[in-house]
């Protein structure tokens, strides 16, 4: 306990991270007050209908992501989902299409780039989204919760909902460069943790409640929950390390000497994308169906308690983490960067022989990887089998618990890097954090 409190200490001694710090609490400050502010035009008072459509079903997801602005009708009520589809859409393009592929290869300029069509994106997916979103109010609330009618206020709705989900980019973005950690996945995780406390004491008054055993019943909950919290810590942090041996001095085609080192080949390298991608595709049918999901393939799919929805979701979940880890981890650019260091892999020829190595490693630990991923993923399905209650539910693992694991490692990963490299005591007693790149 004293080497925690002497590590805060230490961290408000680095200006550099005491300011980074202030402004990250700052500006995710900013977006838990905007996820209150109601669109201008609508009566506050009248939003019982819409709190009870997104306590249920797949909207309760959109509303956890968005911090309970969905179910508020906020301003910020569309979140950062538009940015996600818009994020998928890029990326298979840049697997696909020529064009992006050369930007991908151009590095920090092609990256400004893609990001620069990933905003466009996401403004054509908002046309789509946000007029959707209004006519889902005009179904859900009465008449007189409109206190301007018309055609008219649809549009000005709508120019305000892309507004708002275009401003919580920006502070994404803002936390990202001059804050701590990855702004979008920090406004994600902290709309999370918002529903947590909710669910919890929802959870143990209705378990108090009961008088046959609900109180252990509680506990034995809790007990399950630290135990699936402790397995997705070691499923984002669990690696393959591959031995490399560097020589010290060449002479001709001789290596002497020699200093090895390793290669981190990580079981999840995807770490969370794969769900949240999986979960963006499993609600575009809830989209196109203006989000009246009691009917037609979006009903089917958003019952997350339904065989054919965990059936679907957890393929996408393999197929998309295959895909992502083929994405960001390259053999080939790793086998380029031994050679050109001198290095190689003890047994292993250098050139393509190195990389079809690295790539039969990749694929076979990314394999179970993403097994584990997918039964993460669905998870809280079963939880709900057993009676815990919709929300309390959602924290027993799929997109909401590995984004709080991946989001914590990922920024307490930063936080130890500032401290370490001025000579502080990190924030582990031994060892260094190991965490995963944000999303």
Known sequence: MKRFFQTIKNIFKIEELRKRLGYTFLLLLVYRLGSFIVVPGIDPTMLQNLEAQASTGLLSLLDMFSGGAFGNASIFALGVMPYISASIVIQLLGVMVPYFQKMQREGESGRRKMNQWTRYLTIVILLLQGPAY???LHAQL??????????????????VLMAGTMFVMWLGERITDRGIGNGISLIIMVGIIARLPFA?????AQRFSQ??????????????LFLVFIATIA????????????AKRVVGNRQYGGVRQYIPLKINAAGVMPIIFAQALMMFPLLLSRFDASQGLA?????????????IFAVLVIVFTYFYTAVTVNPNMMAEEMKKNGGFIPGVKPGKKTVDYLDAIMSRITLPGSFFLAIVAILPAFAMMFGINNQFSQFYGGTSLLILVGVVLDTLQQIESHLLMRHYDGLMKTGRLKGRSGM
């Open 134 to 136: 209004i006519t889902n």
């Open 142 to 159: 009465p008449p007189e919760a409109f206190l301007v009618q018309g055609f008219g206020f649809n549009i000005f709705a709508t120019i």
């Open 200 to 204: 919890l004491f929802a959870e143990a």
């Open 211 to 224: 008088t046959n055993g609900g109180p252990l019943m509680f506990l034995i909950e809790i007990v399950i």
């Open 235 to 246: 499923l984002v942090q669990g690696q393959r390390k591959v031995p490399v041996q560097y």
């Open 299 to 311: 009903a089917t799919l958003s019952d997350y308690t339904g065989f054919w929805y965990n059936a």
